[in-house]
């Protein structure tokens, strides 16, 4: 195995006394009341939390939980059950209600498990968790400072600065035995511009599977100034027209409209369900043929990659739509299951507490051939979207809402003047259909984005380069 797997199975043995003798007779508990598979999810976070307000440390935490999730499988049905106490008669209670919420009545054989090879797209060590609280301070500080300095009118500077470390063991009935070590750093800055009787605010930050290096190319100074910079720019910018224009989305950010309006719906879960839009449509045109778009755990660093899936499968380079059609979903083992499909590596769970299901890690769309510049040229009168805030989609049929924090008009050609109150509304297929450029800039937004999904919350990465739709409904306060 790689030094993550090795790590996080010693971390439980040693810690806990979880080596094969008491997941073999977990395992074997869990399937003794008929279920077809079983899998044991082992987690232990260690976490830190810092809020600093008016130029001032607010809060400051640190949290550690642990526990096992046991999941049981029988056809459709599901047993889950959890304990935070890693004492074997707890977990063997555990393992027996999973089994007996999806009892069949007939005895499973006993379990053997072995080793499997997770991947290595972030190093275990490289979590801020261990770092000196005042060192994180020092780096909240210099943002506080930066965003300060960019303007006499930024009145109130807020930064957060979040990490953990979490070690996660999955042992399947399949005889799987998986582990990884996941850090996670993020850092937000938050900035308010006062002049005279205008207020307005702005958001930034990143982060990733990474260690103190992420500052090394990413500042706190280069994070703040940026938010302080839109808050600025928001004191200048008139108010969006409303109607039915052309769109350019930006190269990055933009990627979060793609997350929400078109990833969600080719889950598999909703697919299998034939909830989705994209319900039986693989091998069928969805998209325009410029679109390629794929969902891709395996980014080196980035905040959606992940060593190993939540079912123990290794994540990979999934193509959703190529060239505008359709070729698959994102799967968990439900299913692939009920598709006859290989894993994709997307089950994904919040914690222990929670069961696995078809999520996203970072879905993007493949760079086209035209430059940016001549993007925007050939738009006689547009929007241009830089980033956004989030949205709603509706995954039944794909009508979203997503509401743009950085945008600007479009006049002959060139980017004008800064507009607020910006709210795009529209349908996720329908403007894939509407792609009629592609730009060569493809970039990853940087990793402050997390995804939220029937109650359980997942880092995500997402990415796009510069794509121009022929027209979005754009909701503002003057007829355009």
Known sequence: ??????????????????????ASDLLSLALSRGGEHAELFFEHREGSNITFEQQAVKTASRSVSQGVGIRVIQGDAIGYAYTE??????????ADTAARIASRGDKGPPIDVMHYESADYYRPEASTVAVAAADKVELIRRADRAARAYDTSIARVDVNFIDELKRVMIVTSAGRIAGDVQPLVRFNVATLSERDNSRQTARWGGGGRMGMAYFETHTPEMLATESARQSVLLQSSIEAPAGTFPVVLASGDSGILLHEAV?????ADFNRKKTSNYTDQVGNVV?????TVVDDGTVRDSRGSINIDDEGNAPGYNVLIEDGVLRGYLQDRMSTKHFGVRPTGNGRRQSFRHY??????????????????DIIRSVDRGIYCVSFSGGQVDITNGDFVFSVTEGYLIEGGKVTAPIRNV???????DVLRKVTAVGSDFKLSDGRWTCGKDGQSVPVGVG?????????????????
């Not at 195995?1 to 979880?18: I, P, Q, W």
């Not at 106490?85 to 555990?94: N, T």
């Open 423 to 429: 709210n795009l509304i529209g349908n996720g297929p």
């Open 85 to 94: 106490d890693l004492d074997r008669d707890a977990m063997r209670r555990a």
């Open 263 to 267: 990833g969600h719906g080719l889950e």
């Open 287 to 291: 998209a325009s043929e410029l679109c």
């Open 464 to 480: 796009m380069p510069t794509v121009l739709i022929s027209g979005i409904t754009v909701g503002g306060t003057a007829m355009g």
């Open 356 to 373: 696995p299901m078809p999520r996203m890690t970072n879905t993007y769309m493949l760079a086209g051939q035209t430059s940016p510049e």
């Open 1 to 22: 195995m790689t030094s993550s797997g090795r790590l996080s199975e010693a971390f439980f043995n040693d810690h806990y006394g979880v080596d094969h003798g008491v």
